[in-house]
């Protein structure tokens, strides 16, 4: 049953309560976007979700994406619906306006994202991945590639890939094998076969413009040999018009475990034209450009998910009766009572209750930052607001992403057998769910990145805008009436947190694999950390609401009962974590190859 | 990539040395199993495994059941394969010689039921269901039916079913409408609709003998009013053979997650023959009978496939090259080093080979607990056996088809992008995995009789059967030098587990509630406890093995890192799991209905 309403309510909460003062201040360039203007915009983005996005998602499901000669064929209904997403102007929501773009604020950005996640992840993608495409080209590309490709990226016309991934190499990129050769008229010819290559090929567009990384003669090797391109499916005439076909041809798609309506297509490009992006053998730094945009709308697809299984969730649990209250009867008008009346039904929607709203509150103070390190006029707030998404990129891509997974699985387990069936939709949220931990980089690599790059990083600099705040806020409330208890749990999972991170910082000089056996460990204590931050900020605002009876609806007591859940149920797990990561890495490194 | 040999030097170990002597003795009946004879059944199973089995796995999750005007049609392969596996004497593997069974012990039995889930556990569905049919009808059906059904059912000729699910209730089975009308000359009529019948219909032997729950006309209402009938598919003649066509027909078959080479039938009775099994209205106990057996196998279901899942993830972090070790190349001679060589990797491996061997440790001692609640001469014995089989059978359920499937998931995400392509194999055994958590009651109804049934047996009864071993082996090994540090360990996660004992003895006791609040976080519990308990007693062995100069192949030293990783690693999770336990029902009780 899928049955994906938006929660606007915990959105706005967010967006213009939240966030409305937590240090990032306001920005000139959102000054017209007023929270009556993001309110319609993300009412227009729920009803797209739920009338056009949501009802192809089984049916996108059922039937996949079909490849033949070349030609990808998109589910039945994609196109109308591109075609009214596009014309809708949700493909330039948080461009630049500059290049035709609506240049909302991020925040509101990631909303709608987690919206179309919800509802239709396999259509998001086809949008999605422009994205990252076009903030490399505006990133680094001449002026001339940018007037050529970006108004028509930016509204949609055309889509974006990012061609990175080969047969035999992935995370290591330094493998890669695809050549450019530089033309007389300053273009390149680019040959090589790419795989994995999200919406390589598709009938939505009237064009394709492929971000491909690839190898100049002269290259160096490894990492530090490579270079972007951007390649055309179709070359552009003079007049900006549709020309020839390029040398660029989708071989085939992938038969995966989900995400079926999305074609992941193996590409092979043979002598097809491109021009250089940026500098000749920058091209890593200008694909990272890329990933990091698309890391943190990674986390937020498996967030977007885990919302709409919790959705299923509920409403499957609220609708199915079995059995009695443990209690005696709590509807003897019916056979049997509601399934969420028993504990272990509702500890299975709490945790998914937990997760969501704990993500979605991390998620936005990440697209506060990212705002802020666009817009702020000051500039400490835009290098802190830097730090802050540097440090925070790799957890949300990766905290979001497990914990989307664990949600959908605790859905399909709230439906019981039923769950198992495919005809419930309810199993289509964990096998789409479960690429989010994978591709953009596995989440074991978004560990690493964590402990290996950003917390050494200008001597731990971009740690401190995470630490900072958190320290500040419970030295600041810890002897607030009513807050105690939580604001004590919240101290000493920080502390927590800081040991864990001294212990790394301390073996992992010595040893960079010290660093490497505990860090999705104490990537996930940080995430852990960070929510529990967030939700005790917002229990506060929940009580004083409540307190004050300005909660008509429910709203702010939910709030509270669902940081406490969090707090008495899955914060503890942080303790584990500490063990963990104190232990080291001998019981990992200790086992001889040939033993497993 | 499915590449499974079966673990028979492990096997090997449990057998032959962890459970030589743990307090159940030696049973006469089983005198004529010499070591060579059990090693020699043992590996014909890891010969069928592979050669038979496992390659027919992909290609039945591929091509899936057909259902055609009632006919249920198997995957290619799997007809010869199942009479290969019948007239081996595969199905006659463990049961009762008087009817043509083997009579091998059960230690020996779920060793092979292991390799069978590893190998294609779609297929090993087929002759599983009959295995607990065989058993109800031992155990409360007139010796007239037992001699008319089971020597066929133990020889595999035919195969049998569990008919308990409708459409609107599972796991409250007293909503059940099936109805059962006696006739004159002692059989019955059924009629109603039953779904998620696991080979329900299916081409692979000559008759099918569902076990029917249904309610009789003068049947009370609820789960008191519930009898047991066998209803075969072909009535069967005064002389044995195959009869006319019964009034049972299968309407369809459910498209699944996973497990589609396992026909999971929507059953119809229309006025079929059946025969009262047991008394009347006391099918509920018997179908437990039925479900007792069941679900330890399903929890070893769980244990096979992660086994599969881990040696795939090990075959491919092998092979993989991809980056260099976070200290410098490895393997100089190769464009990159083996995957194998990254901390985080190796955390996914050996967190998958610690669950697989902790839980495989703990199937054998429920399987000799089964054993001697058997075939022990002496009835103290005999009583703590079946103390400890009641006690641990939720236990062994929920908590390794749990962490099968979690070990499922990590070979998918040590597989990276190519896990989640069909073609590699390996997101199958996550799909397969998943609906062992559901059936044979869901994970979160194992962690309630936990707690609402076995806990308060007798008094605690069934617990003593587990912490008195527990103790004390504690009290005699804390002093052995070299174990102080594991014995430490487990002597404090036992304290944690007694203490989650107490608090849900107190605040249960005042209101269930609270005892299934806190349900599946103390299965969970007293599962990893047990692992630990049974952890520490290997690495015993394995210590003075290694002592001693006795490791040749390097099997006890492994096992003495498997063992330490999971006390590392794992075991510290208990801190967390006391802590939520503690926290009580109020943060999942006082969220409103409405609120979700």
């Not at 505006?138 to 490709?149: G, T, V």
Request: charged letters at 20%; hydrophobic letters at 40%.
């Amino acid at each position: 049953m899928q049955v994906y309403e938006a929660p606007l309510r915990d959105m706005r909460f967010l967006i213009h309560e939240l966030f409305a003062k937590d240090g990032f201040g306001t920005f000139p360039a959102h000054a017209e976007f007023t929270p009556d203007l993001i309110d319609a915009v993300l009412e227009e983005a729920a009803k797209l979700a739920h009338d056009v996005l949501l009802p192809l998602n089984m049916s996108g499901d059922e039937e996949g994406c079909t490849w033949e000669n070349g030609v990808v064929r998109t589910p039945k209904g994609f196109k109308q619906a591109y075609d009214q997403f596009r014309e809708g102007g949700w493909c330039a929501l948080a461009n630049d306006p500059k290049w035709g773009g609506q240049g909302l604020p991020e925040t509101v950005n990631k909303l709608v994202e987690e919206m179309i996640s919800s509802a239709n992840l396999s259509f998001g993608l086809y949008p999605g991945l422009t994205h990252g495409g076009t903030t490399a080209i505006k990133a680094h590309a001449s002026p001339d590639i940018q007037e050529r490709f970006l108004p028509k990226m930016v509204e949609g016309t055309w889509s974006g890939t990012m061609c990175l991934t080969e047969p035999h190499c992935g995370t290591d990129l330094g493998m890669l094998r695809t050549k450019a050769v530089p033309q007389e008229d300053g273009s390149f010819k680019i040959t090589g076969n790419k795989i994995f290559i999200s919406a390589g090929d598709h009938d939505l567009t009237e064009n394709i413009i492929h971000l491909v990384l690839a190898r100049l003669p002269d290259a160096p090797k490894g990492v530090k040999g490579i270079s972007l391109f951007v390649v055309p499916k179709f070359l552009i005439k003079e007049d900006g018009s549709i020309g020839p076909r390029n040398g660029v041809q989708c071989t085939g798609i992938e038969h995966k475990m989900g995400l079926k309506a999305s074609a992941t297509c193996q590409m092979s490009f043979d002598d097809a034209t491109g021009w250089l992006v940026g500098e000749p053998h920058q091209g890593l730094a200008a694909m990272f450009t890329m990933m990091n945009t698309e890391r943190v709308s990674v986390g937020v697809q498996g967030l977007g998910v885990g919302a709409a299984a919790y959705q299923a969730a509920v409403a499957y649990a609220k609708d199915r009766i079995q059995g009695r209250a443990l209690t005696g009867p709590k509807r003897p008008d019916l056979a049997a009572d509601p399934i969420i009346v028993h504990p272990d039904v509702r500890r299975m929607l709490m945790t998914m209750r937990a997760y969501t709203e704990g993500c979605r509150a991390l998620s936005m103070w990440v697209a506060r930052a990212l705002d802020a390190e666009r817009h702020s006029e000051d500039p400490e707030i835009r290098q802190r607001a830097e730090d802050m998404t540097a440090l925070m990129t790799p957890v949300v891509k990766a905290l979001l992403t497990d914990l989307g997974h664990e949600a959908a699985h605790l859905a399909v387990q709230t439906y019981g057998g039923h769950g198992y069936i495919r005809e419930h939709g309810v199993e289509q949220y964990a096998r789409d769910a479960r690429i989010a931990m994978i591709y953009e980089g596995t989440n074991g690599v978004q560990a690493l990145d964590l402990v290996g790059r950003k917390l050494p990083a200008h001597g731990g600099r971009y740690l401190r805008s995470f630490f900072h705040p958190v320290a500040e806020y419970i030295e600041k409330n810890k002897s607030t009436p009513g807050m105690e208890k939580m604001i004590d749990a919240l101290e000493k999972a920080f502390g927590a947190l800081q040991l864990a991170t001294a212990t790394i910082a301390q073996k992992g000089m010595a040893d960079p694999e010290e660093a490497g056996a505990a860090s999705s460990d104490y990537l996930r204590l940080l995430g852990l950390v960070a929510i529990a931050y967030l939700f005790a900020r917002s229990a506060k605002i929940a009580g004083i609401k409540t307190m004050m009876g300005q909660d008509p609806d429910g709203f702010y007591a939910a709030k509270m009962v669902t940081v406490r859940f969090f707090y008495e149920r899955i914060l503890p797990q942080v303790a584990g974590l500490l063990t963990a990561i104190k232990a080291g890495k001998a019981s990992m490194m200790d086992m001889p190859e040939e033993a497993f």
